[in-house]
């Protein structure tokens, strides 16, 4: 047999070198490829659909996000993770429609979890064609959004402002600026303190407040704060520092809604209330050793509680010795009223004053007693003269009837 040629075996080398190194190719196209895969499903959310939405597979980060086992969701509508109004409408019915055509959809969608929870996905619904050309099912590949399109939520709907560590501003939205009056020049490089006041800047507490924010600790009440034009406006707000990578603290940020107008209201009943408290519950010096406190209307704890701190706070400013209580205008007598009562007379002994009630109806005393309430030894007097004699006569002073 004749020997190749040396061109010959040099081709025919040249042919395997070619179909090997065509082969590792082909090989290492395949490992791409299935790397590529491995590294989507690590990092992201895959889910995959007929072309009529029926879930076919979803992969552990997406069932986890969601809230399911596969078993729950394979075989089931996409719909099971929208919204019932949405899953109704028009347009959900064209994105599907749109899908099955081939046409590529993606955006940020709100979806349903299994526990009802809102799920914001950064998602792309991917048509996946067939040797014919034509799509035969769905690929979605998506990202959890959800915190960052709260955040966003919360930044639109409130009044937000920045710091640095100090207290200097950084910056403010849109809402902060107009709720306070200010231009964003007018208040970048200033320090916190041109919202309050000259008292609260000097004081322990304002000083203590920012050493706090420093340390990392987040802050959250309402707060008093100061406009451009002096007006005063309440805030519900929130302080939270936030934290570098080495976990130190390196701004504050601030969310804020105005509740200007409910503490204008709160303070406005609180107010009232205090003066209808002192028009009546007015204690009266009707003699060098003697006060009297006539009640109408109605006793509830809070009452009870102001009358009690007036009627002591008299005590200890005139050194009475008889106080006398009349509830000849109190409407009705119950188990609370009678324990309200009774707590104050024991309060007066215990500054050294002998208290009496007057007024005490044969209606209201037989209360009492049905009650079972324990008057603990109170003096009690049918009409306010008969308590006014007995105090005279309790200090030693007599009284003549004309």
Aim: overall charge negative; proline content about 2%.
């Amino acid at each position: 047999m004749a020997k190749k040629s040396v061109a010959s075996q040099a081709r025919s080398g040249t042919g395997a070198g070619t179909r090997k190194t065509a082969s590792r190719k082909a090989v290492s196209r395949d490992a791409d490829f299935k790397g590529q895969i491995e590294a989507i499903n690590k990092s992201q959310c895959v889910i995959e659909f007929d072309l009529d939405g029926t879930i076919l597979s979803a992969n552990e980060n997406f069932l986890a996000m969601m809230g399911y086992d596969l078993d729950e969701i394979v075989g089931k509508h996409h719909r099971i993770f929208a919204e019932p109004e949405f899953a109704n409408s028009p347009e959900y019915i064209d994105f599907w429609e749109a899908l099955g055509r081939g046409e590529y959809q993606a955006a940020e969608f709100k979806r349903i979890a299994k526990d009802g929870r809102e799920v914001w996905l950064q998602a792309s619904y991917n048509p996946i064609f067939g040797d014919d050309g034509n799509p035969y099912k769905i690929v979605k590949f998506a990202t959890d959004v959800t915190e960052r399109k709260m955040t966003e939520a919360m930044i639109a709907s409130q009044a937000v402002i920045e710091f640095r560590m100090d207290g200097t501003i950084l910056s403010a939205n849109d809402k902060f600026l107009a709720l306070m009056g200010y231009g964003l020049d007018e208040i970048v490089g200033k320090h916190h303190s041109i919202f309050v006041g000259p008292d609260v800047k000097a004081s322990e507490e304002y000083s203590a407040f920012w050493e706090s924010l420093r340390r990392g600790e987040h802050q959250v009440a309402e707060f008093k704060r100061l406009r451009k034009d002096g007006h005063e406006v309440w805030l519900q707000a929130s302080y939270t520092p936030f934290l570098d990578r080495d976990g130190k603290p390196y701004k504050v940020v601030k969310f804020a809604t105005d509740v200007t107008q409910r503490k204008t209201a709160e303070e406005k009943i609180e107010a009232q209330h205090r003066a209808i408290m002192e028009m009546s519950t007015p204690v009266t010096a009707i003699w060098n050793d003697i006060l009297l406190l006539p009640i109408v209307g109605f006793i509830d704890s809070q009452r009870a509680q102001d009358v009690m701190s007036a009627i002591l706070s008299k005590i200890d400013e005139t050194r009475a010795r008889v106080f006398i209580l009349d509830i000849s205008g109190v409407a009705v007598v119950d188990t609370a009223v009678a324990n309200h009562l009774i707590k104050i007379t024991k309060a007066t002994r215990l500054m050294g004053c002998e208290c009496m009630i007057s007024g005490l109806s044969p209606a209201i005393a037989q209360t009492i007693v049905d009650l079972g309430i324990e008057t603990g030894g109170v003096r009690t007097t049918a009409t306010l003269r008969d308590a006014l004699e007995a105090a005279f006569t309790s200090i030693g002073v007599s009284v003549s009837k004309a």
